[in-house]
């Protein structure tokens, strides 16, 4: 039998076998390696936070896992992909190498470069579009443009053709050769979990890294949860959404499979489409914040309406009582952080996120709309925490939404929403089950009041409008 050529599978954000469109390339045209890189060196990539390389740790110990039963063997490198891919292909003498696309900016530049290089020593890279319903830059406004607003953004996806979703490839013969020596590092040398303190006891309660997890879950918002998404969404109290956002972060499930699951539902139970049909729609708001972002690379630093750079976020100077000293900002942001502000509807939600690695939508909007409204602290700070502590945390859709809430995203959103968390409480968890399953009790003293701070707000926009 003739010995097959070797052919690399580099994984990214796409920790999965079933539709998986460089994979199943990959397997298609050669004996596979398959690949991961973790790469906090390269210009402008960002680290993971704390939470992410907690999922990162146990969803790469499934996806090798997973491979295993194929018959692929996984390597693990750390270190600038420029440098270890075009090695790794050299002591493999492999001849391809297949990756599905990233689209924020540093990932680009550096992906560009290592086509480049591979592509110098005589081997070919392929990349596949895996992460996303529609690359980027497919859907366009009538003049050919990126949508900047999402409703109409929403409304050229509809007319869009989605690929169909492929299943999972089969095994690999004959079986390869046993791993070789120096074939990468073991997982345990990266340190990605957390100790002295372990603090991810609430998360390993809370979810089940991976791709099994990932459709066990969505199997069980077919059944349970995508026909009443259309009231349940807004209700921290309730399982009311689908809770996949890990699962698409870290890609155990493709979009393109969740939409497919869903239109399948809609048709086989109608009664449930609306519900269907509005966990759809959220699915293309992901793409929105990664077409921003592949639009817009510096989204998750630059206010994206520039007036907002005038203003930046200096307007508690103007609340007749508001201390504005740092020491007493310094305090306020770790009440927010450690949800002990007053608020119950913010305090849980910190403490949510805090303990499991994730806050409901809802929350997540009034938490972010109080750091940068009522405490007059800029979204980039809240970004940052974030960033750190959810498990679903994404370049794109952590920024653009901070972004919104806070008035300078390319959303047309009103900046004078600001949330209040008090009625946002009564309506949206009118038991008060939610804030008394997280919020410390008794409540804190609230670090804020609400009306003059709101009122500080608002007319500091109103000062920036006239700028
Ligand atoms: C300040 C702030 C920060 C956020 N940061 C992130 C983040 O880092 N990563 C992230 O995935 N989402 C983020 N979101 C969006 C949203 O809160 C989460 O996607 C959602 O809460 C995840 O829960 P779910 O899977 O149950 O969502 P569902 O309501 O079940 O929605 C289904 C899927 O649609 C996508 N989705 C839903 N809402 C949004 C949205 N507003 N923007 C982008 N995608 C959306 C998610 O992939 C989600 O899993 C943020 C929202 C706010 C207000």
Redesign the pocket.
């Known amino acids: 039998m003739s010995q097959q050529p070797t052919t690399l599978m580099w994984f990214r954000d796409d920790l999965r076998l079933a539709d998986n469109p460089a994979l199943e390339a990959a397997m298609a045209s050669g004996q596979v390696t398959a690949l991961f890189i973790l790469d906090e060196e390269s210009t402008g990539i960002r680290q993971l936070g704390g939470a992410a390389r907690w999922w990162l740790h146990h969803g790469l110990e499934a996806l090798s896992r997973d491979l295993d039963s194929i018959g692929v063997p996984l390597q693990l490198h750390r270190g600038p992909a420029a440098i270890i891919l075009p090695g790794v292909m050299k002591a493999e003498g492999a001849s391809e190498v297949h990756w599905n696309r990233r689209y924020g900016g540093p990932e680009r530049t550096v992906d560009t470069t290592v086509k480049e290089l591979v592509q110098a020593a005589g081997a070919t890279a392929h990349s596949h579009s895996g992460s996303l319903l529609h690359e980027p830059w497919v859907p366009q406004t009538q003049d050919g443009r990126p949508f900047k607003v999402f409703t109409p953004f929403y409304n050229a996806v509809q007319r869009l053709q989605l690929r169909p979703a492929l299943g999972e490839p089969s095994a690999q013969l004959p079986p390869p050769p046993p791993a070789k020596q120096h074939a990468g590092d073991n997982l345990a040398q990266w340190r990605l979990l957390p100790s002295k303190p372990d603090w991810s006891r609430g998360l390993a309660q809370a979810w089940t890294p991976g791709e099994r997890g990932a459709h066990e879950r969505l199997q069980r918002?077919l059944e349970e949860?995508a026909g009443d998404?259309g009231e349940g969404?807004n209700r921290p109290d309730l399982d009311g959404?689908?809770?996949?956002?890990?699962?698409?972060?870290w890609g155990h499930l493709s979009?393109v499979q969740?939409w497919e699951s869903l239109s399948a539902t809609i048709s086989a139970h109608p009664e449930q489409a609306e519900g269907a049909r509005a966990?759809m729609r959220?699915?293309v708001?992901?793409d929105?914040?990664w077409n921003l972002l592949y639009h817009h690379p510096a989204l998750p630093t630059r206010n994206l309406r520039p007036e907002f750079d005038v203003f930046d976020w200096a307007w508690p100077v103007q609340a007749p009582d508001h201390d504005a000293s740092e020491e007493h900002l310094v305090q306020e942001l770790a009440a927010w952080r450690g949800g002990e502000t007053g608020f119950g509807m913010v305090d849980a939600g910190m403490q949510q996120l805090w303990q499991t690695g994730?806050?409901?939508?809802r929350v997540?909007?009034v938490?972010?709309s109080f750091l940068v409204k009522n405490l007059g602290i800029h979204w980039r700070i809240?970004?940052e925490w974030?960033?750190d502590t959810?498990v679903?945390?994404?370049a794109?859709?952590?920024?653009?939404?901070?972004q919104?809430?806070a008035g300078c995203g390319a959303d047309a959103s009103p900046f004078f929403r600001v949330f209040n968390p008090e009625l946002q409480a009564k309506k949206f968890d009118p038991r008060g089950s939610y804030v008394s399953r997280f919020a410390p009790m008794p409540s804190p003293e609230p670090v804020v009041d609400l009306k003059i701070s709101r009122a500080a707000a608002l007319e500091s926009y109103a000062r920036m409008k006239q700028h």
């Open positions: 918002v949860v998404y969404r959404t689908s809770r996949l956002s890990p699962a698409l972060r979009p969740v966990m959220q699915l708001w992901r929105f914040c994730w806050m409901h939508n997540r909007m938490t972010a809240g970004e974030f960033w959810l679903d945390a994404d794109a859709s952590n920024p653009a939404n901070w919104w809430v």
